[in-house]
């Protein structure tokens, strides 16, 4: 396993035994943020198994993406739980309860990428504003 995804996979470690429910989890809950709170309390070490495979798997490109092979990206079925391969590696390793509201964006631009450096937290409007600079910059 090469050194820099251990590292990320001891990130998202240390990220997951740091989860707790706040005092605001219930009032918060909906389906996906419970489905993310059984993952992280009650599967934390299998979901690492899981990005890690996922990680080893895929093929680094010239412009450092990782990517699973296929035209569209790849999903992951885990727990009960079907979710796009990239939003499953970023969630799992930043241990942050995503709602539906919530969007793992791609600072690379393709959606195929599973890279965790390549992958942030935003909104729909960040999604949309991203899409729209990716546009004028012509990538």
């Not at 251990?6 to 997951?16: H, S």
């Not at 707790?20 to 989890?25: G, P």
């Not at 890690?52 to 092979?69: K, P, T």
């Amino acid at each position: 396993m090469k050194p820099e995804i251990q590292a990320w996979l001891a990130d998202g470690r240390r990220n997951l035994s740091e989860h707790y429910r706040t005092e605001l989890h219930e009032s918060l809950s909906n389906p996906s943020r419970d489905y993310w709170t059984y993952v992280f309390e009650d599967h934390a070490e299998a979901a690492i198994a899981r990005v890690s495979d996922l990680l080893n798997e895929s093929e680094v490109l010239a412009d450092r993406c990782m990517v699973l092979g296929g035209k569209t990206p790849r999903r992951v079925k885990f727990r009960g739980g079907r979710k796009y391969a990239y939003q499953f590696v970023h969630t799992v390793l930043t241990a942050t309860l995503a709602s539906y509201e919530d969007v793992v964006r791609h600072t690379c631009h393709n959606r195929n990428c599973i890279r965790p450096d390549h992958l942030i937290s935003g909104t729909r409007a960040d999604n949309y504003q991203d899409e729209r600079q990716r546009i004028y910059l012509g990538r």
